[in-house]
């Protein structure tokens, strides 16, 4: 399983259908797979299984206290409201040019005629560039290139896989993660006061919104510390998922070179020119953008599995199996997004697959429900295709993950193409996000 999940899953699915459990370091993990598992983890009711108890050790070390998973379930949805309400169409149409802005300046820096780079190294830092600006404000991205990006390294250390199962080793990276973690802590805190002392108000990042729109249904104020937290949590959370998925489609389009003339006509045909400023009007209307990065979700999704402890004996619709209480159960929605049987030559990368009403249709909206920041799809979670999850816990970045991805892929190929220097690389399963392995890219420069 460590070594080839995929395979795995896929030999155990044949054996024994869409339910199995196995035993890992003395932990039952039944697994659930296809639509109709998907479905079954992501509905679940909270009292019956949740995700707190399994992703606390994991996560409250890094986040910190009083948000995410430290919170029973009702105060996260909260939570998730009042960053759900900072992503606004407003804000998002501003975040536009300032990614485009960050891109550009980024890729100045690929001056030769030709080069190989590590994509995935070039697109973490474009990322957390990126995604600073829009969310976290001016002042935390003017320190990116001095101490924050060490105390984010730090930090992001805590993110080892042993933590689901060990909570608190005495780990060195632990120690750095702790340590990292309050310097970003005060470091959010310093900006606050700041921006109080200043009057400031004129801005669209999340640090603003968080700090003077937001109140819980019971009238307590969020506070800083909690404003703090859920930021840091909001740039952890971003920064590895959109980082392996914009180094994933840059790949495969090296492997399909076709497409980069594809993208460069579309921007042609919709913007009337490849100098054309980008606007979040503009992007809604590159379809071709916007299925290359829902192609690349769909073949590398970077969450492999999705899981939840159980709180009581939990019966499995259909079956006589029951899953006793403190099992962990898991969703692998990887597994039905590379499916034959939900899509033609499933493994391969075909953008243009998503043009089909046929194939839209099974990942259509057709029955909404509000778990308390916003309303959603319920019947979303039999899709087999769900990079984002469903349910009450499906991500609140999607919006502005496709803004940030479809801009940093429209600037990059009105300059540039990619060539592989071998075949695509493997996926390396022993890391958080399903990461490229050894993610080497020759740029080939346009002009």
Known sequence: MGTDPIKFYRENQAKYGNYFTYILLGRRIVTCLDTEGNNFLLNVKVAEACAEDAYRSLTVPVFGKGVVYDVDNSILMEQKKFVKSGLSAENLRAYVPMIEMETKNFISRWNKKSATENIFEAMSELIIMTASRCLLGEEVRSKLDESFAQIYHDLDGGFQPINFLFENL????????????????????????????????????????????????????????????????????????????????????????????????????????????????????????????????????????????????????????????????????????????????????????????????????????????????????????????????????????????????????????????????ECDFTTMVVQPKKPLLKYVRLD
């Open 170 to 425: 005495p780990l060195p990276s632990n120690k750095l993660r702790d340590e990292a973690h309050m310097k970003m802590h005060n470091f959010f805190l310093d900006i606050m006061r700041s921006r109080r002392e200043s009057n400031v108000k004129d801005r669209t990042d999340i640090m603003q919104y968080l700090t003077t729109e937001c109140q819980y249904k019971s009238g307590r104020k969020l506070t800083d510390e909690e404003s703090a937290n859920i930021m840091i949590a909001m740039l952890m959370a971003g920064q590895h998922t959109s980082s392996t998925t914009s180094s994933w489609a840059l790949l495969f389009l090296a492997e399909s070179p076709e497409f980069f003339e594809q993208l460069r006509q579309e921007q042609i045909e919709v913007l009337g020119s490849l100098e054309a400023p980008l606007t979040f009007d503009a992007l809604k209307k590159l379809t071709l953008h916007d299925n290359v990065i829902r192609e690349t979700l769909r073949l590398r999704s970077p969450l492999l599995c999705l899981i939840r402890k159980v709180l009581r004996d939990l019966p499995i619709p259909g079956t006589d199996y029951v899953i006793p209480e403190g099992a962990y159960i898991q969703c692998v929605p990887t597994i039905s997004a590379r499916s034959e049987q939900h899509f033609e030559q499933a493994e391969k990368f075909n953008p243009h697959r998503w043009n089909i009403p046929e194939q839209q249709n099974k990942t259509q909206d057709d029955h909404f429900v509000d778990y308390g920041f916003g309303a959603l799809n319920m019947a979303k979670a039999k899709s087999p295709f769900l990079p984002f999850g469903a349910g009450r816990h499906r991500c609140i970045g999607e919006a502005f993950a496709y803004v940030q991805l479809k801009t940093i892929v429209a600037t990059i190929v009105r300059s540039f193409r990619f060539e592989l220097p071998g075949k695509l690389p």
